[in-house]
């Protein structure tokens, strides 16, 4: 028995969709055994597929051949893995967090007057009118 390389990828949890799966192929991001796959590659037990999820590069081992999917918790016997431990994540930038930059701390003469120093220029203009 022979099951795509597409199908199997999904099936082991390793792409959402096969569709996925079936892009990544196509960009040549795949490799098994060291060569580049297309998606309809056919597989047999004991290849090594290689790919990167963003920053991790993961190496599988095929020990199972399955065209349907499996449950989540079962996914994991269709494939042996010998990816190096996932890299820890970079603090995000404050853009990325969410976060509003300061406002108050502009200096003075820089951008748009606030409120409060629009009220008090026109305090002044109103008592030196001639």
Known sequence: MSVRLDKWLQVARMFKTRTRATRACSASRVRVNGLIAKPHRLLAIGDRVEFAHGDWSRLLEV??????????AEAARVYLDHSP????????????RGEKRQSWGREPGLGRPTKKERRELEKWRRGHKP
């Open 85 to 96: 431990p996932r890299p820890e994540p970079a603090e995000p930038a404050a853009s990325e």
């Open 63 to 72: 020990v199972e051949l399955r065209s349907k999917p499996l449950p989540k």
